[in-house]
C-alpha cells in the first residue's frame, strides 16, 4: 500500500463521510443508504449537493445486512457499515465482497464505512472492504478503538482516485488533521505488535464484554428477544411497542436508550441500549425497568 496514495487523514471518520459525498456526487445522482443508519450517510449529499437518497431498508431477517438486491441501479454512490451503528451487525469478507462486486457493476462508488474494525468480542474480526479489491474507500476511526472520540481523528483508504478525490476537496476545507493530534495516532498505532490488537484495546474489550453481558442477561430476564452482539458496544432488540413510546418510558425511569426510528423508519419498534457505562449502572438501570414493568 502507497500512504500517500492510498491512504487519507481525516478529522474524525465522520468528516471522510461527508466530503467524499462532497468530492463525488453531483446535483441530481442518488446516492444509497441503509436504513436505519448512521445519519451522515443520507445527510452529507442530500444537503450540500442535492442529490436524492435512496434509504434501504435492512431487516432482521436478512440479519440486517445491506441486499444488493433491494438497491437501485445506476446510484453514484452506496455507503455500508458493520460493525453496525445501531444494530450491532456484523458481516464476513464473502459478504463485502458481493458488495463490492455490485457496485463496480453498477459504476457505483462503493464507501464502507468501518469505524467499529476492532471493537469485536468472542474472537470475531471485522473484515475489510479492501480484502475484496480496491474498487472501494474503507473508512476507520481512532474514537473507538482508542478513545479518542475527542482528538478527531480517522483514517481513509482505498482507490488512488477515491482517495485523490477526499485529499482535494479537503486541501480547499481544512488542509489536514493538526500534526501533533496525528502523532498521538501514530503512539496509538504504535502499540499493535505483529498486527495484534493492543493489550490496552483488549483490556477495554473486556470490560465492554463484561458489561453487555449484564445488559444482554437482563434484558432477557424481562422477556425481551436480544442477540448477543459480536461486535460494537450496542445492544439492539425489539422494544415490542413503537420506540419512541418506549424511550420515553426509559426517561421516566431515568435511564437513556436511543429510539430505533431515529435511525430509520424501518428500524421502528426497535431500541438502541450501549455498555458505555458501568456494569454496576447497567445492572441498576435493568432493575429500574423490573421495578416499572417495563
Ligand atoms: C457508524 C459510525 N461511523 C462513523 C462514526 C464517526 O466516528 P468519528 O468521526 O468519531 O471517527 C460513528 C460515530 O458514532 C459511527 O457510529
Request: glycine fraction near 10%; charge should be neutral.
Amino acid at each position: 500500500m502507497d500512504p500517500d496514495k492510498e491512504v487519507c487523514v481525516t478529522i474524525g471518520s465522520k468528516e471522510g463521510i461527508f466530503n467524499i459525498a462532497q468530492s463525488f456526487v453531483n446535483d441530481g445522482e442518488t446516492i444509497i443508504a441503509p436504513s436505519p443508519g448512521y445519519p451522515v450517510y443520507s445527510a452529507a449529499a442530500t444537503i450540500f449537493n442535492n442529490a436524492e437518497c435512496v434509504k434501504v431498508p435492512l431487516r432482521p431477517e436478512k440479519d440486517w445486512l445491506l441486499d444488493p438486491a433491494d438497491c437501485p441501479e445506476g446510484a453514484r454512490m452506496l455507503y455500508a457499515n458493520y460493525p453496525n451503528n445501531p444494530t450491532g451487525a456484523t458481516c464476513d469478507a464473502k459478504y463485502l465482497k458481493k458488495l463490492q462486486d455490485w457496485c463496480v457493476e453498477n459504476g457505483t462508488i462503493f464507501c464502507y464505512d468501518n469505524a467499529y474494525s476492532e471493537m469485536c468480542f468472542d474472537g470475531y474480526m471485522a473484515p475489510s472492504a479492501l480484502e475484496a479489491g480496491k474498487d472501494c474507500i474503507e473508512f476507520g476511526s481512532f474514537s473507538k478503538t482508542f478513545n479518542m472520540t475527542g482528538y478527531r481523528l480517522g483514517y481513509a483508504v482505498g482507490n488512488r482516485d477515491l482517495i485523490a478525490g477526499l485529499k482535494k476537496c479537503k486541501g480547499q476545507i481544512d488542509s489536514g488533521a493538526p500534526k501533533f493530534i496525528q502523532k498521538a495516532g501514530v503512539a496509538a498505532l504504535g502499540l499493535y505488535k505483529d498486527g495484534n490488537l493492543p493489550d490496552v484495546v483488549k483490556a477495554n474489550m473486556d470490560i465492554y464484554a463484561e458489561r453487555r453481558k449484564v445488559l444482554v442477561d437482563g434484558l432477557r430476564s424481562l422477556g425481551y428477544k436480544v442477540n448477543m452482539p459480536k461486535a460494537t458496544f450496542y445492544v439492539w432488540f425489539d422494544c415490542g411497542m413503537p420506540s419512541m413510546k418506549f424511550t420515553e418510558k426509559m426517561l421516566d425511569l431515568g435511564i437513556v436508550a436511543t429510539p430505533g426510528v431515529g435511525f430509520g423508519k424501518s428500524a421502528e419498534g426497535y431500541v438502541r441500549m450501549t455498555v458505555t457505562q458501568p456494569k454496576e449502572r447497567i445492572a441498576e438501570a435493568i432493575e429500574r425497568m423490573r421495578k416499572g414493568s417495563i
